[in-house]
């Protein structure tokens, strides 16, 4: 079955592939917008400059759909298409495993969550239009089968769905504790996350990657040898997490934060606040090691907790003190 899967999704992509280059470029930019790294470009402005409480629910669910997709890849332990078909190009460099797609999960939980929270027609058939582009491009691109899309979609509506149902439960729990014992909480619960993805990695690592797997890829992508058992991506998830999470109870602890004002007041929220996640993310990646062995781990967790810890507490107290922002109301 599953190899029925492969084939007749190879053969897809084959097909897809050869329409064309100006077919294929157009997809390279629609694939753009489902990247990791596109959210954490967007959701800290959506979070400074447009709504707050949006902007905030964004970030938890993209930081929680982003640990599971990256738990659920080790657990499936399956290739994309151009790792064991030599015919498929991968038109982008992928070096985690394929199922499910980070995309096609990605874009099902935060343009669900935008259209569930604006509640307008017309934003969710922009929000269902670009979930299926967006998957669709990573078929066309050869890095996935479309039994990892559809996976994608699955729990991408599965973590939606979840955090939906336990927002509330969970915040009013939350607000009977200190500030002190919800960041210990945080930690805590940070750990166990790392230490059972450690778990499922020393496992798949006994497993081990077939070399076909690497070879294949690398006549795709030369410069990108693939690595997908390594930890690096999920402590950034979940090291993003942890300090989001705490700096967003302490400063709604002390009054809030509220993303309204004028434009040039918001354009500057924005500059400033991403002048100092680029310091944080990139400067400290320059100077913290990058070594798989446990200091190296460690200091990934604070890198990132620091990037989190600044989005939704230090840029925001740092607008209040300046009157760039206003408290909610």
Not at 166 to 174: A, F, H, M
């Amino acid at each position: 079955m599953l190899e029925f899967l492969f084939e007749s999704s190879i053969a897809m992509s084959l097909f897809l592939q050869s329409l064309g280059e100006g077919v294929l470029k157009v997809f390279e930019y629609i694939s753009l917008l489902g990247t990791e790294d596109f959210y954490f470009l967007v959701m800290p402005g959506l979070f400074w400059s447009v709504d707050a409480v949006l902007g905030l629910r964004v970030g938890v669910v993209l930081m929680y759909t982003v640990t599971a997709n990256t738990l659920l890849k080790w657990a499936f332990h399956l290739p994309r298409p151009y790792w064991i078909d030599t015919r498929v190009r991968g038109l982008v460099a992928e070096s985690t495993f394929g199922a499910p797609s980070g995309h096609s999960q990605f874009n099902a939980s935060i343009y669900g969550l935008i259209a569930h929270a604006l509640r307008r027609r017309w934003v969710w058939v922009l929000a269902i239009v670009l979930v299926f582009l967006i998957s669709f491009s990573r078929i066309v691109l050869g890095v996935h089968f479309y039994l990892d899309v559809l996976l994608g979609w699955a729990f991408g509506i599965l973590v939606l769905w979840s955090f939906l149902r336990w927002e509330k439960p969970v915040l009013e729990w939350l607000k009977g504790r200190s500030l002190q014992a919800n960041i210990i909480l945080l930690l805590v619960f940070s750990i166990v996350l790392l230490a059972f993805g450690a778990g499922i990695l020393g496992f798949q690592e006994r497993i081990g990657i077939p070399e076909e797997w690497v070879s294949n890829a690398l006549l795709s992508q030369p410069e990108e040898v693939i690595d997908p058992l390594k930890l690096d991506d999920l402590i950034t998830s979940v090291g993003t997490f942890f300090g989001f999470a705490a700096a967003a109870l302490w400063l709604y602890g002390r009054g809030g934060y509220s993303a309204a004002g004028p434009n040039w007041q918001r354009g500057l929220r924005f500059v400033i606040g991403m002048l100092g996640v680029l310091v944080l993310w990139q400067g400290l990646g320059i100077i913290f090691p990058r070594n798989a062995d446990l200091i190296s781990y460690m200091l990934r967790f604070v890198r990132y907790a620091l990037v989190g810890l600044w989005i939704a507490g230090g840029a925001p107290w740092l607008f209040l003190r300046f009157g760039l922002a206003k408290p909610s109301e």
